[in-house]
């Protein structure tokens, strides 16, 4: 007996960097339109924030006081111990987030939440299972970060003063700056991720098939922006192992998630513990060593290790299922049956479940029964 059955294709999928190529209305421009967008958009943010801290400390403290925020800004934008100057550096890298959002949005690159996962949103689940491995970084960093700090005294800890000295802000102070730090780092490790690691990797993988190179730029591009910052070679270094190790975790597990954990821990430690402004320990330097590099890369690594086997073990989906867009639109010439023609039908983003099988528009195969 002989039956007429559909003949199936593979299943195909797109890794996290491809994902712009997914959309049919992909062209090799539209990623630089995005990026303009963005700066126009970063531009206004920052005109919009200066207004918002600069207008009411003119009002209430006169020239001289914006002049003094003005130079303490200058000084160090990311002082733990001064919550105005801190939260304006915060908030001026959060606006960052919406505007490389609505950029991918106006730029018609396809939906912004495919800068989150292969899944076009956070993968909460996933980024829960990432807690386990991110417990043991905190473990690991808030002892490396804070050794020295302590001393035991009488059967406990104590703050080592003979080394760090004494406080020099206020407990209201310092209180305002743990609870604004808890609450405002994590939009502005997210922001920073969602740029460099998301939109940078996802522009540079529209035009290049090879991840190496996406991740080579990010990695780049985040190490050379915090030159300003007054970064030795050292810190440079470390900085750029921190954005490589990242983009490694985004690329393996197809999303953010990981990457966002590890950078909102790494920098709330840092805030935390630089927040009492202890009187010997200069938190304005960016200055770096070697030592500092080999923890973050060793530490690091150890975290990547440790989420790719949960991500084996949870047989994290890494890769969205379908194709991406073909080069070429309209009706399929018949002589076009291969996706080297560049014709191959794309389900694009509605595309059906990975394992699914798909049938070839106007192929069938013989079977016997």
Same mark, same amino acid.
């Given at each position: ?13 797109? *890794? ?12 090799? /421009? ?28 003119? =009002? ?29 550096? #915060? ?10 959002? /609505? ?55 104590? /703050? ?24 405002? %780092? ?51 270094? !470390? ?8 983009? #490694? ?25 630089? =927040?009492?402004?202890?009187?010997? %320990? !200069? ?27 949960? =991500? ?28 080297? !023609?560049? /014709?191959?039908?794309? *389900?694009?983003?509605?595309? *059906? ?17």
């Amino acid at each position: 007996m002989l039956r007429v059955a559909p003949r199936y294709a593979p299943t195909v999928s797109v *890794p996290y960097h491809r994902l712009f190529r997914v959309s049919p209305r992909h062209r090799w /421009w539209r990623p630089l339109v995005a990026l303009a967008i963005f700066a126009g958009l970063y531009l206004v943010s920052q005109v919009l924030i200066a207004i918002g801290f600069f207008v009411p400390i003119l =009002a209430t403290s006169g020239a001289a006081g914006l002049s003094k925020f003005a130079r303490e800004l200058q000084d160090d934008a990311l002082s733990s111990t001064d919550p105005v100057v801190l939260a304006l550096t #915060l908030v001026s890298l959060i606006l960052l987030l919406p505007a490389i959002m /609505w950029s991918v949005k106006l730029a018609r690159l396809g939906p912004y939440g495919q800068l989150s996962s292969i899944r076009l949103r956070l993968r909460w689940g996933w980024m829960a299972k990432c807690l386990l491995p991110l417990l043991v970084l905190a473990i690991i960093t808030v002892g490396i970060q804070s050794w020295g700090t302590f001393s035991v005294s009488g059967g406990g800890l104590a /703050w080592n003063h003979a080394a760090i000295g004494q406080s020099t802000v206020t407990m209201q102070t310092l209180v305002i700056t743990i609870v604004m730090v808890i609450l405002l %780092v994590p939009f502005q490790a997210a922001a920073e991720e969602y740029i460099f690691r998301g939109f940078l990797m996802q522009m540079i993988g529209s035009w290049i098939r090879t991840p190496w190179v996406g991740i080579g730029v990010s990695t780049l591009v985040f190490a050379v922006l915090h030159v300003p910052n007054g970064y030795n070679i050292w810190g440079i270094v !470390d900085v750029g192992s921190f954005g490589l190790i990242s983009a #490694l975790l985004v690329w393996r597990t197809g999303g953010l998630e990981a990457g966002i954990l590890a950078h909102a821990l790494n920098n709330t430690v840092i805030f935390v513990l630089q =927040a009492p402004g202890w009187s010997k %320990v !200069d938190t304005s330097s960016s200055n770096g060593s070697w030592q500092g590099a080999a923890v973050t890369i060793v530490t690091l690594g150890l975290y990547w290790l440790m989420v790719e086997g949960m =991500a084996r073990w949870t047989h994290l989906e890494r890769r969205r299922p379908g194709t991406e867009a073909p080069r070429f639109t309209g009706t399929v010439p018949p002589w076009a049956d291969s996706a080297s !023609d560049g /014709w191959e039908a794309a *389900p694009a983003l509605s595309g *059906p479940a990975s394992g699914s099988p798909v049938p070839r528009a106007g192929e069938a195969s013989i079977h016997t029964s």
